[in-house]
């Protein structure tokens, strides 16, 4: 046994690890609270773009999760989500791996003051976690800024002409991909990042969010 992992039972036996949803000891995130998260559900959004599925609502527990992940320092559930969505992939209607196998995720880009803050990419934790293949080639250009209060026409116009593709990192040409968010509110990062990779030969069959601020109904 190395020292690490002995370190690491020492802290657990000291510090139990506790549920980021409820804070019932023992579990990451506890079985009542993981069911707050199911099979993908389509979501109603407004303008153009690919169809988009969520997990979870964005109130209670999943709320709570998605904010201990991204904004408290919860960076170990990036296991909890990379589970959720490696098991969501194949259930995502006309979303197909490639020829050799493989699911393709694009994370959908923060701003970088806000990565920072988190010690980076929540998102590009989450989507290694899942085992996909993971393409972080989306950022934005500077003068994008908080979206919270934002309407649907507000952010579109937010994001305009300021999320870009980094030439590095790309999926092979015509890939299908995923794109992969936290929280979808009026779908316009869906649709401006959707049209960004779009433009450049890919595409993008759904989006998938963890959580949804909008209505959801089963897809099928």
Do not use: Q
């Given at each position: 046994?190395?020292?690490?992992?002995?370190d690491?039972?020492?802290?657990?036996?000291?510090?139990?690890?506790?549920?980021?949803?409820?804070?019932?000891?023992?579990?990451?995130?506890c079985?009542?609270?993981?069911?707050?998260?199911?099979?993908?559900?389509?979501?109603?959004v407004?303008?153009?773009?690919?169809?988009?599925?969520?997990l979870?609502?964005?109130?209670?527990?999943?709320?709570e999760?998605?904010?201990?992940?991204?904004?408290?320092?919860r960076?170990?559930?990036?296991?909890?989500?990379g589970?959720?969505?490696?098991?969501a992939?194949?259930?995502l209607?006309?979303?197909?791996?490639?020829?050799?196998?493989?699911?393709?995720?694009?994370?959908?880009?923060?701003?970088?003051t806000?990565?920072?803050?988190?010690?980076?990419?929540?998102?590009?934790?989450?989507?290694?976690?899942?085992?996909?293949?993971?393409?972080?080639?989306?950022?934005?250009?500077?003068?994008?800024r908080?979206?919270?209060?934002?309407?649907?026409?507000?952010?579109?116009?937010?994001?305009?002409?300021?999320?870009?593709?980094?030439p590095?990192?790309?999926?092979?040409?015509?890939?299908?991909?995923?794109?992969?968010?936290?929280?979808?509110?009026?779908?316009?990062?869906?649709?401006?990042?959707?049209?960004?990779l779009?433009?450049?030969?890919?595409?993008?069959?759904?989006?998938?969010?963890?959580?949804?601020?909008?209505?959801?109904?089963?897809?099928?």
């Amino acid at each position: 046994m190395g020292a690490g992992t002995l370190d690491h039972m020492l802290i657990n036996l000291l510090f139990p690890p506790r549920c980021a949803g409820c804070r019932a000891e023992g579990a990451l995130c506890c079985a009542r609270c993981l069911g707050a998260f199911g099979p993908p559900r389509s979501v109603r959004v407004s303008g153009k773009g690919p169809p988009v599925f969520t997990l979870a609502d964005y109130a209670g527990v999943g709320r709570e999760l998605v904010l201990a992940f991204k904004e408290r320092g919860r960076r170990e559930l990036a296991a909890v989500f990379g589970a959720l969505v490696a098991a969501a992939l194949p259930r995502l209607p006309g979303v197909r791996p490639d020829e050799f196998g493989k699911w393709w995720l694009v994370p959908a880009p923060s701003r970088r003051t806000a990565s920072r803050r988190r010690g980076g990419s929540h998102l590009v934790g989450t989507a290694r976690a899942s085992g996909a293949s993971v393409a972080p080639v989306l950022h934005f250009l500077p003068g994008v800024r908080d979206s919270v209060g934002l309407d649907a026409a507000a952010r579109r116009a937010n994001l305009s002409g300021r999320v870009r593709l980094r030439p590095s990192g790309l999926p092979p040409p015509g890939t299908a991909v995923v794109l992969l968010d936290d929280v979808v509110t009026t779908g316009a990062t869906a649709e401006v990042c959707g049209a960004v990779l779009k433009a450049a030969g890919f595409r993008v069959t759904a989006v998938l969010t963890l959580t949804a601020a909008r209505s959801t109904h089963p897809h099928g």
